[in-house]
C-alpha cells in the first residue's frame, strides 16, 4: 500500500483511507440500515490489507459510526491513524444543525473520546463552516485541544479559501476535506481552480471525500438498484442520483 505525508509536517498515510459515513446506519444524511457485523468486518478487512487510516465523525448514526469504530479496533489503537470531526450537533429529535462555538467543540471533543474509546485523537476537523460563530473562535478553540494534547493534528472540511487563509493566520491547517470525484470536479470547479492550488502553496494535506461520488463512479449503479435503495437513504435526494 503506497503511502504519502499529510500536508508539510503531518504523519505519513496510506493513499487509500477508510471513510465511514455508511455505517452510522439511519439519521438525516444516512444511507438505511446497516449491518454492524459487517462493519466491524469491513474495517478489520481493510487494516488487513494495509489501510491505516479511518474517517469518521459524531454525526455519521448520531454517534453510532465512532462506536463501531472503536469496536472494530479494539487492542489496535494504536495501529491506526484516527480522523474524527466536530459541528453537526443533534438535539433529542435527532435534528442535526451546525454550532462551531468553542464550548461546543470542546464538548464534542470530549464524547468523541469517550465513543472512541481513547485518550486523543489523530485529527479532529471542522467538518462544515458555521455563519454563525466567527472562524477564528473556532479554529482557535481547535488549537488549544491540540496544545493540550487531546488531539495530534486540526484540520477543516467543505472550507472554501477565504475560511483557510482566516484559520491559517492563526495557526497552521494541518488538512482539508473537500468533496471531489470526476463528476464532482465538473459541477464544481473552484476545487480545482482555487482550493487546491492554495493548499499546495501552504503545505496543507487533502484528503478528497466521496472520491467515487457515493458510489455512483463503482461501475455498479442502475436505475434498478437506484429504485432498490433504502428509502431512508440520502442518495436518493442527491443531485447526482437524480434524472437531470
Not at 502553496?201 to 432498490?228: C, F, I, M
Request: proline share 7%; glycine share 8%.
Amino acid at each position: 500500500m503506497n503511502t504519502r505525508q499529510l500536508g508539510k509536517d503531518g504523519p505519513m498515510l496510506t493513499e487509500i483511507g477508510l471513510g465511514t459515513w455508511a455505517i452510522g446506519g439511519p439519521w438525516t444524511w444516512g444511507w438505511g440500515p446497516q449491518d454492524d457485523a459487517d462493519s466491524i468486518a469491513t474495517i478489520r478487512r481493510a487494516l488487513d490489507l494495509g489501510i491505516n487510516w479511518i474517517d469518521t465523525a459524531p454525526v455519521y448514526g448520531l454517534g453510532h459510526a465512532e462506536e463501531i469504530v472503536a469496536r472494530a479496533i479494539e487492542g489496535h489503537r494504536h495501529e491506526v491513524f484516527i480522523a474524527t470531526k466536530c459541528g453537526l450537533v443533534w438535539d433529542e429529535r435527532r435534528r442535526v444543525d451546525r454550532n462551531n462555538r468553542p464550548e461546543s467543540i470542546r464538548k464534542e471533543c470530549e464524547a468523541s473520546l469517550r465513543r472512541l474509546n481513547t485518550d486523543y485523537i489523530d485529527l479532529y476537523q471542522i467538518h462544515w463552516p458555521d455563519p454563525n460563530t466567527p472562524v477564528e473562535d473556532s479554529w482557535a478553540e481547535m488549537v488549544r485541544l491540540q496544545e493540550e494534547g487531546k488531539v495530534r493534528y486540526i484540520g477543516v472540511s467543505n472550507f472554501d479559501v477565504p475560511l483557510l487563509e482566516k484559520c491559517e493566520a492563526i495557526h497552521h491547517v494541518n488538512s482539508l476535506q473537500p468533496p471531489y470525484s470526476m463528476v464532482h470536479r465538473v459541477k464544481y470547479p473552484e476545487v480545482e481552480k482555487e482550493i487546491l492550488p492554495w493548499c499546495r502553496e501552504h503545505g496543507v494535506g487533502v484528503v478528497a471525500y466521496s472520491p467515487l461520488q457515493n458510489g455512483l463512479l463503482t461501475g455498479k449503479w442502475n436505475r434498478q438498484r437506484l429504485d432498490n435503495l433504502p428509502r431512508d437513504d440520502w442518495r436518493r435526494r442527491s443531485e447526482f442520483f437524480t434524472d437531470p
